[in-house]
């Protein structure tokens, strides 16, 4: 299916080789959702060539815009995750937080969102109630406000229950220019907290894979943090690593940069549960989608402030350098794993846990 | 289910009055989505309480903010229109058309749009493909781009095929004020052309129907039409008529207002094929949806201007009054028959014509 391999180079967007065109035969596959290299495959052979001058012109979290002298971020994102509410959240906060943190990672304060529903026939209301007041109290924390909605019902089989889309508008403050193109050789990477616990929480509460844990999802909104972090020094490049987890978020970041990545196995924060599950299921949890962290890249020489900062900062808590960039080799992205050696981490390549936003 | 007529003013919003709170034993319904009274009421049970202060102050087509002395339009609307291409259009163009017209609604010029996108495993790709080509085209025809997308895959049977949410973000040129809330007595109220010909074209396209038409769906970008308005004359209300029709519509904008519309029947363009497929289905034309026409409330005084304008410009060739807003009974929709009888014009009240945008 991936024509990833191929060396036909139909069109060249921001570094992004893309191969074949699409074919006949070929159908949408779980992986296209994965967030690695499947995704990615699916825009550089689809969605860019096919809106042409309307797609995209930088592959960040959140595109950005001038108008009359201010710069606006803005963002979208639908939510498919199963099921509807795990330990720690749900699709509603989800929701929020995903289009908040999307805005955040490249410095933009939010200033509104869209939502926009899918419902299925049959779905209890007093169950979506309860997800539209998590998105309330998710939009409260965030300081943002709801500003417009739109929803749509399909007949009983047409959806799974229920999808939210978000879309969020943002203001990047004047001077600030974070992008995933932005790391240079020397940067810091620094990582908010623990990894893989959103991926491992929704993991827990499907029923039919038999295993628990206390662990929660971290599902959380960023903007404060950011908001500190680019109070206390200069940041090079934010990322949200959520689907395809900080491997898949590294391996962007490098391509874009055209730099190097390598990270310290032993520095990595990770929970036990998180480490035990994985270990049990066969993932790598550097793989696992998370919905409360994000990566930076940030000069060595501010690194500390930035860290102190974030420690004092919600959701920072536990802020970490994980690694740092080096010139080259370009996309490069390395683990100097616990025992010594050396491992090359690639994208995600196939789909690990479907619908785990 | 509809709570509608009981007399539990549980909340206030811009005079709508909400009645009893979620009960239990609720479930979503297809009328939820049918743009009428289900969804008014969704909307007022459920969305607004549940959002409380993070919830929108205005139940226009787009939202406003102010940013730095740029007044902002925000909307969003998601699409499972069914089937996903029909005679004049496809989900793609709907899915543009819609949020660039729901922008045009309150004045704005479009700046951007995103596009999230769920997909269902196994949906073809060329399939696809040809629905983000139609996208494109539909985008610049409108002069906007599409500048951040998202991307989620279901399993097979988790979503029907293909939904598509887009939002927008506009710019409000200064000195413009268009709501549904500022009709006046003595404005004239005209329409942009025929009415009911997306929602008959995409019912054509249901092969179970049995029922085969030339009609064509109307569905297109408006953000042109209303600039050539905009430029000819003041325009207090501009809507697009889509879910529960002009009727809806036209509701919607008297109990904003707190005024009354009168129409008169013989002056509502209708197509022929409209009018026989409504009469052989048991539809009112007044209902059915319209992907590219608009309803203006105008001061009497500047409808020829306007009106000239419009037939000047792209998609208001058969521009006409249709009627005009009176002081009350607030909230009142007539309609002058043909026969010469007065016919009360309510909202929508239940599904007449499920996933048709």
Same mark, same amino acid.
């Given at each position: 299916?991936?024509?990833?391999? $191929?060396?036909?180079?139909?069109?060249?967007?921001?570094?992004?080789?893309?191969?074949?065109? %699409?074919?006949?035969?070929?159908?949408?596959?779980?992986?296209?959702?994965?967030?690695?290299?499947?995704?990615?495959?699916?825009?550089?052979?689809?969605?860019?060539? !096919?809106?042409?001058?309307?797609?995209?012109?930088?592959?960040?979290?959140?595109?950005?815009?001038?108008?009359?002298?201010?710069?606006?971020?803005?963002?979208?994102?639908?939510?498919?995750?199963?099921?509807?509410?795990?330990?720690?959240?749900?699709?509603?906060?989800?929701?929020?937080? !995903?289009?908040?943190?999307?805005?955040?990672?490249?410095?933009?304060?939010?200033?509104?969102?869209?939502? !926009?529903?899918?419902?299925?026939?049959?779905?209890?209301?007093?169950?979506?109630?309860?997800?539209?007041?998590?998105?309330?109290?998710?939009?409260?924390?965030?300081?943002?406000?709801?500003?417009?909605?739109?929803?749509?019902?399909?007949? #009983?089989? !047409?959806?799974?229950?229920?999808?939210?889309?978000?879309?969020?508008?943002?203001?990047?403050?004047?001077?600030?220019?974070?992008?995933?193109?932005?790391?240079?050789?020397?940067?810091?990477?620094?990582?908010?907290?623990?990894?893989?616990?959103?991926? %491992?929480?929704?993991?827990?509460?499907?029923?039919?894979?038999?295993?628990?844990?206390?662990?929660?999802?971290?599902?959380?909104?960023?903007?404060?943090?950011?908001?500190?972090?680019?109070?206390?020094?200069?940041?090079?490049?934010?990322?949200?690593?959520?689907?395809?987890?900080?491997?898949?978020?590294?391996?962007? %970041?490098?391509?874009?940069?055209?730099?190097?990545?390598?990270?310290?196995?032993?520095? %990595?924060?990770?929970?036990?549960?998180?480490?035990?599950?994985?270990?049990?299921?066969?993932?790598?949890?550097?793989?696992?989608?998370?919905?409360? #962290?994000?990566?930076?890249?940030?000069?060595?020489?501010?690194?500390?402030?930035?860290?102190?900062?974030?420690?004092?900062?919600?959701?920072?808590?536990?802020?970490?350098?994980?690694?740092?960039?080096?010139?080259?080799? $370009?996309?490069?992205?390395?683990? #100097?794993?616990?025992?010594?050696?050396?491992?090359?981490?690639?994208?995600?390549?196939?789909?690990?846990?479907?619908?785990?936003?």
């Amino acid at each position: 299916m991936s024509g990833a391999d $191929s060396t036909h180079a139909a069109v060249n967007f921001e570094g992004y080789t893309c191969p074949l065109p %699409i074919q006949k035969h070929e159908v949408v596959v779980m992986g296209h959702g994965s967030g690695g290299r499947l995704s990615r495959d699916l825009i550089t052979r689809l969605f860019l060539p !096919g809106l042409g001058q309307a797609a995209p012109r930088v592959l960040d979290d959140s595109a950005t815009l001038m108008v009359n002298g201010t710069r606006l971020a803005l963002t979208t994102d639908s939510h498919v995750v199963a099921p509807l509410t795990f330990p720690g959240g749900d699709i509603g906060r989800l929701a929020v937080c !995903g289009t908040v943190n999307d805005l955040a990672m490249v410095g933009a304060a939010p200033l509104a969102l869209t939502s !926009g529903f899918v419902l299925e026939e049959g779905l209890p209301l007093d169950e979506l109630e309860q997800i539209v007041r998590s998105m309330q109290a998710a939009a409260a924390e965030a300081g943002v406000s709801i500003l417009a909605g739109d929803t749509k019902v399909v007949q #009983k089989g !047409g959806a799974d229950r229920l999808f939210i889309n978000t879309a969020g508008v943002g203001v990047v403050p004047a001077g600030v220019d974070i992008s995933g193109a932005n790391a240079q050789p020397g940067d810091a990477v620094i990582v908010s907290g623990t990894i893989g616990d959103h991926g %491992i929480a929704v993991l827990s509460a499907r029923e039919d894979l038999g295993f628990e844990t206390e662990l929660r999802s971290d599902v959380a909104p960023l903007n404060h943090l950011v908001a500190a972090m680019l109070a206390a020094g200069t940041l090079h490049v934010l990322r949200d690593p959520t689907r395809g987890g900080l491997a898949t978020a590294l391996n962007e %970041i490098a391509e874009q940069s055209g730099v190097a990545i390598e990270l310290d196995e032993r520095l %990595i924060p990770l929970r036990p549960a998180v480490s035990a599950a994985c270990e049990m299921l066969g993932f790598d949890p550097l793989y696992v989608a998370n919905e409360g #962290k994000l990566v930076a890249c940030v000069p060595a020489d501010q690194a500390q402030a930035v860290l102190r900062a974030m420690r004092a900062a919600p959701y920072g808590a536990e802020a970490v350098i994980v690694g740092q960039v080096l010139p080259g080799p $370009s996309g490069q992205v390395t683990l #100097k794993t616990q025992i010594g050696g050396t491992r090359l981490l690639d994208m995600l390549a196939g789909e690990m846990l479907p619908r785990i936003c």
